[in-house]
Every structure is written in structure tokens, then in C-alpha cells.
């Protein structure tokens, strides 16, 4: 047996809940031999760091999850700060925080093994004592008033677990109804866990946001905060059905209309109108007309409405509240909410707690997808060039409760970014984790995208008058003197002041680093095993590393995609500067398109809208202006074909994939414009890389994302959380996937027609969502097809739509039977659900689309034919 599988199996031994003794290492551990035949086999999900290192109480040990190597490693500290490395305890797959309950015990969290793996020290060597089952994804752990704390999404297997079954909270996450949460703490008595399997929560706290994250204890213990991942901005979308015709510089958007339901959101305009077609323009630079996509309206909190970026009350086209609460306090006691703070930013990575007065600082990004438009903005009049997220820390004074988020790249003039690279050096990028000085007085901040340890004086933190714009004002440029350099992807610290170190876990290469806190000086870096092949190790830096990617130092692609996955909203990052383009893909149910045209004639609404597809009426066009697109995660696209929702990047900058060869990686690298036209980066691309006499710097970013690509097409998607253990189907989702699979048609015609020769006039789901594990099919095969929308798209891989749920709210749509939720639905936590632009709430909603209904009950009371409840006849559909 080889030393690599050898290692395989001492790892699964560490999901279990029994007790195993582990023999020491020696002090260096040397890495297994991998078999050349297993040298790609390595699975990464890439899950950040959320608390990656600890200290123990007495200081003589330091404790760091080794994320790929799925481990919890321990170094002992010396009298002088130096680190040995002793031990490393193998636990559950992706290891994101570490908590020290006390000198005996330490607790961890594994992200993609939904569990936590308490190990105790009390012997020559450590071993795990237990392994607790919880939610979805848990990240944070923290201790108080004698109870453990783990943040969880509100979902996974183990809450509806008989053997959890009369805990509060547990139980059916409710993932179809509106107004419930989605962000869950699992608290456990670590003194009683019982001998139940994944031992038994005290309570499942249930909070009103999408996801936790960062978790935090005040001082007193007395309370625990919760701040939430993906808290969102108030931004959403009016679906493309819901909107007027056209934009308000045509024809047809020039004048109001009134939606088809007739219903008045609050505040929205009188008799349930919208003000008009949507955001000029509507032509590209080149005068050609673009889709009528939907639309992205942003909360205005003095006016009380929905508006789009000219300020255009669109109120009576969303449905729901968005009331952005992001952190929030439990009482430790009671174990229920005590307080919650709104608009603190849109991705909350950490809290840190001022151990002199509790107040908190969230360190977080601001994302800016309001603002419409890549490119140069000239033809929009707006960009988002260079302008993605921006950096903030938050502060949150726990007295009276003001939220004041404060801006920490005050030097960066967005309006310039060419030939002005030297504001790198003062800019901050992916805050992820901070915490302060024992005295309260400095906070210190990883800044993953810049390779920097980020310091700041708390009182200017705090001090309003630094940040109102007038006269004395917190200074960015001189706040930088104070940070350190730390190279590899800093992404967690620890300040062990006794020792006058600061201790950081860098990334990039899977090192633990010791700095001297005077002199800033680098004293040690050790490097702990990683499993990972070098084309992972590689290529990891070009997701996050904003000095690489941008003019500023602050755009990175992880900015939207976090840790390589989505920051779930949508944006509208179409370029109207940029001319059309023409689609490549393989289109195999395209004859399916004219069926109305063909079989009932012109009169017909599907034909109808065909005169209008992708904005010019061609099947085949990529159009300039998309509209708004719902950021996809890099996970597990590695067997899906071209990347974007159109599949956009089919053709592009190292070629066009005229023989639809659904090549992944050239289709990847073909994202290679993006640094120019959307992060902002100081660079003169030709128009491919075919072109002679390139410069060095072209050359270099072309090595760079080969080695992006690599890495980004071995990131893989976490386990279903819905679908139980034991593999099995529910009664309801086994006849939705014998219906998935089944013979009857959901869409198309009954029967294939004469008039499109061999070629089928109708499908079942997986007819266009292929389904085939063997061959990494998730639902979709890299092809694209017509679902009735105003553009073409590409087949979307079905994976993590579970992701998606907490949007409720949808107004009646032209080609849909009524919505069962166009009545206001109140406060929900997110704005974006489902469809390549999250504008529909449900999957249902989507299903309700005429082009699926199967025509056996007719219109129902108060519908009409627009909304194509008279399609198919009963032969055909779901």
C-alpha cells in the first residue's frame, strides 16, 4: 500500500466519533509519495480561512487548520517565539476556524465535511475525542458562558436527524417558505453533547440573513455577534417580463405602463405603474438595438422606493422588503436575539471585537453593482471599471447602536486608472480577518487581495469628524506607513503580543509566518504540507491578488467571486462600447424556437418575440448590452463547456470556438479582456494573442491566466446538503426526477413535425439539462437553447441552486400563469433568487412559464392569454 493511501485512510479515521491516539511526526514531516497516477486526483473546494489560527491559553502552543491537507497542525512556541512544528491531526475535509476551549481541548470546523472535530491534548499526543454533526457549511466557532457556538447555513442533513429531533430550531429548514432565515447557530453544552451520533445541540438559533460567517464574543461573554456572509446591498432585479417594452429612449419605453397584475407595492407610483422601458440606452455605439433585459433597482432608504440608476421609482415592480440586518447579538444566557445592526456592507468576512469597550469592527467589502456597465463608459455614460468593491471597515458602537462604515482606499480616484499604479502600495484588498491590541488603541487587518497585514489607530476609526469631508481627515496614504509586507496571501492572524509576534496563515503557500511586531521583520515562515498539485498551488494567486490584477490594488476577480464562488448578486456588466458579437455554440433545440411560428403562425407570441431575441432578432447574436447576470461561482466547471451564462466567452482573445469544441480552459482564458475592461488593469491587450511584437507585459498576464485557469478548473462543488446521506430520493423529488427523465415532453411539440426533417420538435428536461455524472453533466452539456426568454442562453449547470433560496416576491409576467406570490411578501433576505439574472423567486414561479405549462386546466380566474396559460393542450408539459 502506498505511503499516500496510507495517509487516505488515517484521515477518514478522523470523521469519526470514536477516540483516536495519533503517534507524533517528527518535527519536519516529511510529504507522502503520490503515485503519478493520482497526481491530478486531488479535490479542492477552496473554502476560506474564517479563524485559520489560535494560541493556546499558557502561549506555548499555536494552532493552524491546514486547509488542503484537511488537518489541524500544532507548532510549540519557545521561550524566545520560535515555532517547532509537532504535530498534525488529521480531521474533517476543508478545516476553515480553530477555537481553544481550554489548555486540554481545541475545537474545529470543517467546512465540507459539515462537522466539527474536538481534540483533546490532555496526553503524550493529541487525538480527536469526538466529531460533531451540524448545518450546511459551518465556518466560525466561539465559547461562552460555558456553551459552544458554530455558525451554519439554515440547511444540511443532520437538523432534520431523529436524534435532534425535539431540539429548538431543528427540523425542515423550510426552504419554499417565505420570511424565514438562513442563517443558523448551533449551540452545544461541550460538558453534555450526549451519546447521540453528532451529539445534541442545545438550540439551533435561527437569524434573518443569508449565511453566517464570522462569529464573536463581547468581553464580558455576556453576548455572542453573528455577522452574515452574502448580506447584499438592497440592490434586486425587475424581471424582463415585469418591465415595460423597450428603454426610456425609445419608442417604446419613452411612457409609463401598468403592470399586468395592477397590484401598488408601497410607495410605488400611483394606478401600478412603472415610469417606463428601462435605463437608457438602448443601442450599442454602433446604433444597434439591444435586448430588453431586467433591470437592477437599488433600495433609496430616504425615499422608501425601488430605483433604477436615474433615480426612476420602479416600487411596483418588486414585491418584498429587504431589511439588510447583518450582524447580530445573542445573549448567551437566554440564547436568543438581543440586538441586530442593518447596512454594515455587502460581504461580511470578520468581526473584531475592542477588548477595552466591546465595541465591534466588521471588516467587509461594499460591492458597487448598481452602477452599470465594463468598458471605458463612454456610450453608458457609467463603469464599474476598476470600481468593484470597495474596502470597508464598519463600526458598530454597541451602546447606542450606530453603524458607521467607513471607506479605507480614500486615496484611489476611480475616474483615473491608467498610469497611476504607485496608490497600490497605500490600498487594502479583501479584508478577511482583524483583530485588535490588548489595549484597544490599533486594529490589525489581513488584506488577502494585497499582501499586506493592514494597522490602524482605533481612535481614528472611530472618530466621525474624520470622515464627514471636512477639514482634519483620516488620511489613507499615511495610515499605510504603519502596515506590514506579508507575502503568500495573508488571510488569518493572531497577535501574541507576550511574544511581540504577530503570527499569520498565508494561503498562497500554506505557511505560517512569524513577524516581529517591532521591527516588522519576517523572523520565521514554515511551510505546512499540502496535497495539492502544483498547477493548484500555482494559479490561486490570480484570484485574489488585486495588485496583479488591477491599477489600483483593489479590483481582483475574487471581489465577485469569493473564494472562487459566488458573492450572489447580479450585475449588469454589459459594455455598450463594444460592438456585437456572434454565438458559436452548438444549438440543438433551436428548430424548437420557431415551432409557433411554424405551426400557428406569426400571430403566434413565441414567433412574436423572436422578431426581438438577443435585441437584433438573430438566434446567434452575443449581444453587447446583456443585462443584469447573477455572478456564478468558479466551482466545478471543469466538464461544462464555455464560461458565462451565454456562454460569452466561447470566442474571444486566444480564439473562437467555430468547431464547437466546448474547450474549458481556452474558454477560461478568454477572460483575459476582464483585467483590462472590468478590474481596471494598467495594460494594452491587442485584439488576441495571435498578434505579433506583444509586450512583455501582455506575454506575462497570457502565462499568468494559463496557470488561473489550471487551478480554477480543479476547484470542485461541495456535497448536495439537501439530498439525504443515504442517497436516497424523497417521494417528491423521485417523481420530479422520473418526470426530469421521463418520456413525456416538457417543452416543444407533442409529436416531431415534417417540416424540421430529423431533427426533434420536442424534449424532456434532460433533452436540454444533461444529466450524466459519469461525464461531469450537472445539467447541461455546454450547449445552448431558447426558454423563452429575450435571449439566447447557455444550458446552466443545476448544482447549487439551494444557494439561491430566500427570495420571495414576484409580480405577474407576460408568458407566465399568475404568480402565487405578486402580493407583497414583506421583509426577505435576499434580492436576487433564480435565472441567469436572479429575478424569479422560486423555481416554481420559473416552471409557471407558459412555454412548460401543460395546458390541462386552462386559465385560471382573472388570466388572459398574455399570460400563455393556452399553450400545449394538454399533450405536452409539466
Not at 495588485?547 to 483593489?554: A, H, L, M
Request: charged share 20%; with cysteine.
Amino acid at each position: 500500500m502506498s505511503r499516500y493511501l496510507s495517509l487516505l485512510i488515517i484521515l477518514l479515521t478522523g470523521f469519526g466519533c470514536g477516540s483516536q491516539k495519533l503517534t507524533p511526526p517528527p518535527a519536519v514531516i516529511e510529504p507522502p509519495e503520490i503515485e503519478p497516477s493520482l497526481e491530478n486526483k486531488y479535490q479542492s473546494f477552496e473554502s476560506g480561512a474564517v479563524r485559520p489560527i489560535a494560541v493556546s491559553p499558557d502561549g506555548s502552543k499555536v494552532f493552524v487548520t491546514n486547509i488542503p491537507n484537511h488537518s489541524l497542525d500544532i507548532f510549540s512556541l519557545g521561550s524566545e517565539g520560535t515555532l517547532i512544528t509537532e504535530f498534525s491531526v488529521p480531521v474533517g475535509i476543508e478545516p476553515v476556524a480553530v477555537a481553544v476551549r481550554n489548555s486540554q481541548e481545541v475545537w474545529v470546523s470543517n467546512h465540507v465535511s459539515d462537522s466539527v472535530s474536538i481534540i483533546k491534548l490532555d496526553q503524550d499526543a493529541p487525538y480527536i475525542a469526538r466529531t460533531l454533526l451540524v448545518g450546511d457549511e459551518p465556518r466560525d466557532i466561539v465559547f461562552a458562558k460555558g456553551k459552544a457556538f458554530i455558525a451554519t447555513a439554515h440547511r444540511g442533513q443532520h437538523r432534520t436527524h431523529s436524534s435532534i429531533a425535539d431540539v429548538e430550531g431543528a427540523g425542515d429548514p423550510e426552504l419554499h417558505e417565505p420570511g424565514v432565515g438562513r442563517a443558523d447557530l448551533w449551540v452545544f453544552d461541550p460538558e453534555n453533547l450526549t451519546n447521540e451520533i453528532g451529539g445534541k445541540p442545545i438550540k439551533i438559533i435561527e437569524l434573518f440573513g443569508d449565511t453566517p460567517r464570522a462569529l464573536a464574543v463581547s468581553p464580558d461573554e455576556k453576548r455572542v455577534y453573528a455577522a452574515v456572509f452574502h448580506s447584499g446591498n438592497q440592490t434586486t432585479t425587475v424581471h424582463e417580463a415585469v418591465m415595460c417594452r423597450g428603454f426610456a429612449d425609445d419608442d417604446y419605453g419613452s411612457q409609463p405602463c401598468q403592470v399586468i397584475d395592477g397590484i401598488t407595492s408601497p410607495n410605488g407610483l400611483a394606478s401600478a405603474t412603472l415610469p417606463g422601458g428601462r435605463t437608457a440606452p438602448g443601442v450599442n455605439k454602433d446604433g444597434i438595438y439591444q435586448p430588453w433585459t431586467s433591470m437592477i433597482v437599488k433600495y433609496n432608504r430616504e425615499a422608501g422606493q425601488w430605483v433604477d440608476s436615474d433615480g426612476r421609482n420602479f416600487s411596483n415592480g418588486i414585491r418584498f422588503n429587504l431589511p439588510d440586518k447583518d450582524v447580530f447579538a445573542i445573549d448567551t444566557t437566554t440564547l436568543e436575539q438581543v440586538a441586530s445592526y442593518a447596512h454594515v456592507g455587502t460581504t461580511l468576512f470578520n468581526i473584531a471585537v475592542n477588548p477595552v469597550n466591546g465595541n465591534l469592527i466588521i471588516a467587509n467589502t461594499e460591492s458597487n453593482n448598481a452602477t452599470r456597465f465594463e468598458g471605458p463608459g463612454v456610450t453608458g455614460g457609467s463603469t464599474v471599471q476598476g470600481d468593484i468593491a470597495k474596502t470597508r471597515l464598519t463600526h458598530i458602537n454597541i451602546n447606542d447602536g450606530k453603524v458607521s462604515a467607513r471607506e479605507m482606499n480614500r486615496h484611489i480616484d476611480y475616474r483615473s486608472l491608467k498610469g497611476n499604479t504607485v496608490v497600490k502600495s497605500y490600498t487594502v484588498a479583501t479584508p478577511t480577518q482583524g483583530q485588535f491590541s490588548s489595549d484597544g488603541n490599533n486594529l490589525f487587518v489581513t488584506a488577502l487581495g494585497s499582501n499586506k497585514v493592514a494597522v490602524y489607530q482605533t481612535s481614528e476609526l472611530t472618530n466621525d469628524s474624520l470622515w464627514d469631508n471636512q477639514g482634519e481627515e483620516f488620511n489613507s496614504v499615511e495610515a499605510a506607513q504603519d502596515f506590514f509586507n506579508v507575502q503568500g496571501g495573508p488571510v488569518g492572524l493572531v497577535l501574541n503580543e507576550s511574544k511581540n509576534q504577530l503570527l499569520v496563515y498565508t494561503r498562497f503557500d500554506n505557511s505560517l509566518v512569524n513577524i516581529n511586531l517591532e521591527s516588522k521583520e519576517e523572523t520565521q515562515r514554515l511551510a505546512m504540507f499540502s496535497p495539492e498539485t502544483e498547477l493548484i498551488k500555482e494559479g490561486r494567486f490570480m484570484l485574489y491578488d488585486a495588485v496583479r490584477s488591477s491599477s489600483n490594488g483593489e479590483a481582483s476577480c475574487a471581489a465577485c467571486h469569493v473564494f472562487g464562488d459566488s458573492d450572489q448578486l447580479a450585475w449588469n456588466l454589459g459594455n455598450p462600447d463594444a460592438s456585437n458579437g456572434k454565438n458559436p455554440q452548438p444549438f440543438p433545440t433551436a428548430n424548437l424556437s420557431r415551432l409557433g411560428c411554424d405551426l400557428v403562425g406569426p400571430q403566434d407570441p413565441s414567433c412574436q418575440l423572436l422578431q426581438v431575441i438577443n435585441g437584433n432578432g438573430d438566434e446567434l447574436t452575443f449581444a453587447s448590452m446583456k443585462g443584469p447576470m447573477f455572478t456564478q461561482t468558479f466551482r466545478g466547471m471543469s466538464t461544462h463547456g464555455h464560461m458565462h451564462w451565454r456562454g460569452d466567452r466561447s470566442v474571444g482573445y486566444f480564439g473562437d470556438d467555430i468547431e464547437q469544441t466546448l474547450n474549458e480552459k481556452q474558454s477560461f482564458k478568454n477572460f483575459i479582456v476582464a483585467f483590462e475592461g472590468l478590474l481596471g488593469m494598467d495594460i494594452e491587450l491587442p485584439e488576441s494573442v495571435d498578434v505579433t511584437n506583444r509586450s512583455d507585459k501582455v506575454v506575462q498576464l497570457e502565462q499568468d491566466i494559463d496557470k488561473f485557469a489550471d487551478f480554477v478548473l480543479r476547484v470542485q462543488m461541495p456535497p448536495n446538503p439537501v439530498k439525504p446521506l443515504n442517497n436516497v430520493h424523497s417521494a417528491t423529488a423521485q417523481i420530479g426526477r422520473d418526470f426530469f427523465l421521463g418520456t413525456r415532453r416538457s417543452d416543444g411539440a407533442a409529436e416531431d413535425t415534417d417540416i424540421n426533417g430529423d431533427s426533434v420538435d420536442g424534449v424532456n428536461c434532460e433533452g436540454c439539462h444533461g444529466l450524466d455524472p459519469s461525464q461531469g453533466f450537472y445539467g447541461t452539456r455546454g450547449e445552448i437553447a431558447h426558454g423563452g426568454e429575450i435571449q439566447i442562453l447557455k444550458v446552466p449547470q443545476l448544482r447549487n441552486l439551494y444557494t439561491r433560496v430566500g427570495m420571495f416576491g414576484l409580480p405577474d409576467r407576460e408568458g407566465f400563469l399568475p404568480s402565487h406570490t405578486k402580493q407583497h411578501q414583506g421583509d426577505q433576505i435576499r434580492g436576487f433568487g433564480f435565472l441567469h439574472d436572479g429575478a424569479t423567486d422560486q423555481l416554481v414561479n420559473f416552471l409557471r412559464g407558459g412555454v412548460f405549462d401543460n395546458g390541462e386546466e386552462g386559465c385560471p380566474p382573472g388570466a388572459s392569454e398574455i399570460h400563455g396559460c393556452e399553450f400545449n393542450l394538454g399533450e405536452i408539459g409539466i
